[in-house]
């Protein structure tokens, strides 16, 4: 199985910590760029015919801010030309205010059957800080529009002013209105970004402020029912995300549109991050790409490893020989003993202990040569 991955670049205003390919001012270009990103898809689904794939995620930018049929004919094109499961879990990312019933009953038309909702934090001083284009009432709108559909909720913790009883009534808010999934991400000052200068005054919480932050919100999802099945997402049960997820266990995706990654058959590529240079390319009859390169040998395990460790199940010892056909205590023995007493480890896997899981990047880098 692999995935689809579609970057609508669009939004109303940029936040202030936004390090991504999104484009306030460029929205009068969404119908054309639509068209360039539908004969990208028609030209790439010949090589792509033997693949089955079994999500869609639509991220940007704000995919909920264009015209719902520029979506609506994209699943349309993608049901046409790709082998889809027919229990295909398929994203749309949403912000709070861009959304109501009309786009809802195109999105359900598309085939639309998870939402994830920009929430990032329940207080609109700091919402208005960041540049969000939406106040905690516009989520509860949102979450009562989306009332019987699964949806997950970002929210953001390391935030100028945000404190335990801050972040609590966030997680009390995405949960007691529906949210069945939680992504919670620290905040990282880009460079480039206005957010990184607050981060250079030294305005940004400290490391050990947002580790507390974050150990309240795993144990505080835990008593709601929440399992963290990877260093950043929580779900209840059965509602993990399954793109997500194929991300983590190193499987295929194929990505559209501008600053679009795809992993397929071993290389990995990315398109261009200028909606102009990508509308010049699929016009003049060209892919986007600006990177490709095949991973293989101890690159191709090594990331594996990398990617597996992020999540509370870790590294399976048979699939490892199976992916690769090599032993896994072989092939990192040499590693092994500086990280031992970090990790858990039974006779089938190997993972990292829920107390250190929040700093693996600290873990998995002594893993690298």
Known sequence: MAGIYIHVPFCKQKCTYCDFASYPREIGKAELYFGCLYKEM?????????????????????PSIVDPKLILGCMRLIKQ???LSEDAEVTLEINPGTMDRNK????????????????QVADDGILRSLNRIHNTEDFVNTAKILQGYNFSADVMIGLIGETEEILQKTLDLAVD?????????????????????????????DED?????????????????????????????????RHNLNYWKRG????????????????????????????????SDRYAEIFSEDIVGEEAKFEYLMLRLRTALGVNFSEYKSTFGSDFYTDFKQKLPSVIKYMDVDDNRIKIKDEYLYVQNNIIIQFMD
């Open 252 to 283: 295929e995706y194929i990505g559209f549109g501008v600053a679009a990654s795809s992993f397929i058959d071993g290389r990995r590529f990315t398109n261009t991050e200028s909606i102009d240079e990508y509308v010049h390319c699929l016009l």
């Open 209 to 241: 402020a947002v580790r507390d932050l974050y150990d309240f919100t795993v144990s505080y999802l835990a008593q709601k029912g929440f399992n963290r099945y990877e260093v950043s997402n929580f779900a209840l049960s059965g509602y993990h995300s």
């Open 177 to 205: 209105n529906g949210a069945k999934h939680l992504s919670v991400y620290a905040l990282k000052a880009e460079e480039g970004t206005p957010m990184y200068s607050k981060y250079l005054n030294g305005d940004l919480p």
């Open 104 to 119: 809802l009953r195109v999105y359900k038309e598309a085939g639309i059957n998870r939402f994830s909702v920009g929430l």
């Open 42 to 62: 028609k030209s790439r689904s010949m090589a792509l015919k033997n693949k089955t794939f079994d999500t869609v995620y639509f991220g940007g930018g704000t």
């Open 81 to 83: 030309c790709f082998n």
